[in-house]
Structures are given as C-alpha cells and as structure tokens.
C-alpha cells in the first residue's frame, strides 16, 4: 500500500460502503478544522489572487514559525512539491532516512535520480550525498530526530553546498520538533503539509520553506493559481486559529493514550508513532489486517515489513469500541498466538 485512505480497494475486496468503514489506513486527523459554508463569493467565483495568497502565507508563517530570511510557496498539497523538489536542487544521488513515506524515493527515482537509502541516523549525519532527505516525526515509526541536531547537521551541509530536505508533515502536533524556527540561511527544504492536522486532505494544501532562491524557482515550477481560492480562505482561517491548534493537540493526545491502551490491553505491541498513528509490530500483522478488514476495519500494512501495522485515531468513542471487539475476536480465534 503506497497510500493509506483510499478505501476503493477495501470495498473491491470486502464489499460495503464508504459509511460503512472505519477507516483507520491513514494518519489524518479524524476531527476536520470546522469550515464555514460562508467562503465569499470570489473564492469560488474568481481566480485566486495575490490578497488572499498574502493573507494564506503571513498565516503559515506565523503558526510555522518560518525564518524571516526564507521564502514560503504554497502548492495544492505537499504531493506536488514532493514531485518537483528533484528538478529544482543539485544534480546526484540523494540519500533517503528510511523507512519511510515511500514517494519520496519514487519521486527521485522517476526524475531519474539515484536514491540511497539509509537505515540508521549515523549514516545520514555522516552522508555526503548533495541532497539528503528526512521526515520528522518520520511515518510510519514517529521516529524524532531533535531540532539541536538537525541544525547541526544542516549548517554543517551547508559549508559544504550540499542540501537537507526535511518533510515535516506530522510536526503540527510536536511544534517543538520543528528546525523551521531554528533556522537563518541554510540550504534547507523544509516541507509542510495542511492536510494531515487539520483534517482536510482533500482541500490540497502544503508548502515549501526554502532559500528564496529555491522558494521562487518552486512558484515558477507551480505556475499562476496553483493554490485554489477556497483554499487560500480556509487555510489562512485554519493556520490564524491558534486557539483551535492548541485544544486540537491536547484532544489528539488524549485519544491517542485512550487507543494504545485499547492495544496494549489487547496483547499488541506499540513501537512507535505520533499523536495521529500509532505503529506496532505483530508476526500476524497481515492476517490481523484481513480479519480487520472483514469487520469493515481498514489499516495500513507495509511491503517493507510484514510485521508491521499502522493504525490512525478512531475519532470516537463508538468507533474505539469496534476496534476494541475486533481485537478481542481476533485474539480468541483459533489461529491468534
């Protein structure tokens, strides 16, 4: 599965329909930023323009915390910036952290760039590939590497003209892991997505951090409008709101510690994730997917190991209590350890 949320597959293979799953294949957020239905007229009416994309980007700015010196480009969803940061930074291999989201290295590798890809933090501290790339959190394992460090290691490339990307998708709900802040001029790509934490993936959002020199070549890249009108309205709403972003981080946590107790209570072993997903680790982590799925359950599992399984928040109670019962079936059916 290189994607989790689209539960076309999980209806061809199990039937229902969309109101019949819970759908726990992704980590966004279950509890959506409340869109007003009063969008003015011209968003909808006007092709976007320069205002209400002034208005998107002093937001993000501020609940980012992006340094001065770096320019900011929204696109219509982190995806697209992934697809074009290959043609924009210097040519050679780029080393990938993993395991990780798998599009970045199928991005690299189909603008025909070799990927390298890394296992341990050592080796990527100690790459010298030109372009280095890391999430963080990193999904699937919500592995952090400190701001402190990344910094170190960002100046250090530097000197040497070399770049670090890092894909900060999953950093809305740990503001404190973030390198934005921490950074002046260094040859960084910082990568953030809108979708995940405010529950809207289907408004296509996200945005680049970069030199400005990178920042403009990736708006030339994008071309006029890239950014719908709608979305400019309901993400410069969404990311001004820092009331909302603070309640929203405490109630994901909340419902996090409430899911993993549900794991653990049910035998599972936890080895990592964020306030949005958690990962474990399980030898039936393929049979407990299918006997999920039968249940109208829909989670991730990966091909890079078959032992391990992802699972989003539930978003309520009612949902939490579904997954409970299944895990209870399945650790007293009779192929369960």
Same mark, same amino acid.
């Given at each position: 599965?290189?994607?989790? =949320? ?10 229902? /329909? ?7 294949? $992704? ?13 003015? *007229? ?5 092709? *976007?323009?320069?205002?209400?994309? !002034? ?11 992006? *340094?001065?010196?770096?320019?900011? $480009? ?18 050679? @291999? ?5 395991? /990780? ?5 199928? #991005?690299?590798?189909?603008? =025909?760039? /070799? ?5 341990? &933090? ?8 030109? %372009?280095?790339?890391? %999430? ?21 490339? #530097? ?6 990307? %890092? ?26 997505? !809108? ?15 970069? @030199? ?8 030339? +890249? ?21 009331? &909302?972003?603070?309640?929203? +981080?405490?109630?994901?946590? +909340? ?18 994730? $964020? ?38 928040? *539930? ?14 079936? !399945? ?7």
């Amino acid at each position: 599965m290189i994607h989790g =949320g689209d539960l076309a597959q999980a209806m061809a293979l199990y039937g229902g /329909t969309l109101a019949d799953w819970l759908d726990l294949s $992704t980590g966004i957020n279950p509890h959506a930023y409340p869109v007003s239905a009063e969008l003015s *007229p011209a968003a909808w009416q006007r092709l *976007p323009g320069e205002a209400p994309l !002034f208005e998107l980007l002093t937001a993000a700015r501020r609940a980012y915390r992006c *340094p001065d010196a770096f320019g900011l $480009t929204a696109a219509p969803g982190t995806q697209a910036l992934i697809a074009q940061l290959p043609y924009l930074l210097p040519d050679g @291999p780029i080393a990938i952290l993993g395991p /990780t989201y798998s599009s970045h290295k199928a #991005s690299w590798s189909r603008a =025909g760039r /070799t990927v390298l890809e890394l296992s341990y &933090w050592e080796d990527a501290r100690n790459s010298e590939c030109p %372009v280095l790339l890391l %999430v963080n959190p990193n999904n699937p394992d919500g592995r952090v590497v400190s701001p402190d460090e990344l910094l170190a290691l960002a100046r250090a490339r #530097s000197a040497k003209g070399q770049w670090l990307i %890092v894909d900060e998708a999953f950093a809305d709900v740990d503001p404190d892991c973030s390198l934005l802040p921490h950074l002046s001029d260094e040859n960084v790509a910082a990568l953030r997505s !809108f979708g995940k934490f405010y529950g809207l993936a289907g408004l296509r959002l996200g945005f680049l951090a970069a @030199p400005q020199t990178l920042s403009n070549a990736m708006a030339d +890249r994008l071309d006029s409008w890239a950014v719908s009108g709608p979305a400019l309205e309901i993400g410069a709403a969404a990311l001004a709101d820092l009331t &909302w972003q603070d309640a929203m +981080r405490d109630q994901l946590a +909340r419902e996090m510690a409430e899911l993993e107790t549900v794991l653990t209570g049910c035998g599972l072993q936890l080895v990592g994730g $964020t306030s949005l997903y958690v990962l474990i680790r399980n030898r039936e982590a393929a049979r407990l997917h299918g006997f999920l799925a039968a249940r109208r359950i829909w989670t991730r599992i990966f091909d890079f190991d078959p032992d391990l399984m992802r699972l989003g928040l *539930p978003g309520s109670e009612h949902g939490l209590l579904l997954l409970k019962n299944a895990l209870k079936s !399945f650790a007293q059916a009779p192929h369960a350890d």
